[in-house]
């Protein structure tokens, strides 16, 4: 197994979200034992944190060969003071962290599926990144996007081989029915909102706040 590492800035980290995509399947699994974009003082910033999560996505569509990954440096010592035995009793969790446990840990685990979907994102503009996930057990789709424009990003999502679901739901004809939790992380805050879509169909149009990161879960 490689150890490979990765300290970036927010236009390294855009730019490489896709550094593994076309990775040799035949050489040995790697772990990226340090990964983060080091912008913003003394945590990172709002930019740092949407870079970190495009980078994420291309960690988790190549999940195959990514065994592990781990964040580092994960503390910082906000004290300026130069006073010896100075104090530190408060810890600040940057949004950058937030996000990552959004894509990567899904609130509790709540939102990483078990298999990677084979995915395409045609015609997106630059900064704009996905990855997608599924958990047949509990007959979920994660499809998580990641929208770093300062422009909101409608995009024409289309789901192939999806079945009807096999909860005991009555449907008065064959159209897929599905509900999706739309999860994304306000730029002021940095706390989650949720909300929930009606989707009639395996085709449908989601539109992306700017600077945001979003996890669709549809039930099927």
Request: charged fraction near 20%; hydrophobic fraction near 40%; glycine fraction near 4%.
């Given at each position: 197994m490689l150890d490979e590492h990765f300290?970036?800035?927010?236009?390294?980290?855009?730019?490489?979200?896709?550094?593994?995509?076309?990775?040799?399947?035949?050489?040995?699994?790697?772990?990226?034992?340090?990964?983060?974009?080091?912008?913003?003082?003394?945590?990172?910033?709002?930019?740092?944190?949407?870079a970190d999560a495009a980078w994420l996505t291309g960690l988790e569509r190549n999940s195959d060969l990514i065994i592990m990954a781990s964040y580092a440096p994960l503390f910082v010592n906000v004290n300026r003071a130069h006073a010896v035995g100075h104090r530190s009793h408060r810890l600040r969790r940057a949004l950058e962290l937030r996000l990552a446990q959004l894509l990567?840990?899904?609130?509790?685990?709540?939102?990483?599926?078990?298999?990677?979907?084979?995915?395409?994102?045609?015609?997106?503009?630059?900064?704009?990144?996905?990855?997608?996930?599924?958990?047949?057990?509990?007959?979920k789709l994660f499809v998580k996007v990641v929208n770093a424009t300062s422009t909101a990003q409608p995009l024409a999502i289309a789901l192939t081989g999806v079945r009807r679901s096999r909860r005991s739901h009555a449907h008065d004809d064959e159209r897929q029915n599905a509900e999706c939790d739309q999860q994304h992380h306000a730029s002021r805050c940095g706390c989650a909102v949720v909300r929930k879509v009606p989707i009639a169909g395996p085709k449908f149009t989601q539109t992306f706040a700017p600077y945001s990161v979003n996890v669709l879960e549809l039930n099927y």
């Amino acid at each position: 197994m490689l150890d490979e590492h990765f300290y970036m800035s927010a236009r390294e980290s855009f730019s490489q979200a896709h550094h593994y995509d076309a990775y040799d399947r035949k050489g040995p699994k790697i772990f990226v034992g340090e990964w983060a974009t080091r912008e913003g003082d003394p945590t990172p910033n709002l930019q740092a944190a949407l870079a970190d999560a495009a980078w994420l996505t291309g960690l988790e569509r190549n999940s195959d060969l990514i065994i592990m990954a781990s964040y580092a440096p994960l503390f910082v010592n906000v004290n300026r003071a130069h006073a010896v035995g100075h104090r530190s009793h408060r810890l600040r969790r940057a949004l950058e962290l937030r996000l990552a446990q959004l894509l990567d840990a899904g609130y509790v685990s709540s939102h990483l599926g078990t298999e990677v979907v084979a995915s395409t994102l045609d015609n997106a503009p630059a900064r704009v990144y996905a990855s997608v996930t599924r958990d047949d057990a509990k007959h979920k789709l994660f499809v998580k996007v990641v929208n770093a424009t300062s422009t909101a990003q409608p995009l024409a999502i289309a789901l192939t081989g999806v079945r009807r679901s096999r909860r005991s739901h009555a449907h008065d004809d064959e159209r897929q029915n599905a509900e999706c939790d739309q999860q994304h992380h306000a730029s002021r805050c940095g706390c989650a909102v949720v909300r929930k879509v009606p989707i009639a169909g395996p085709k449908f149009t989601q539109t992306f706040a700017p600077y945001s990161v979003n996890v669709l879960e549809l039930n099927y």
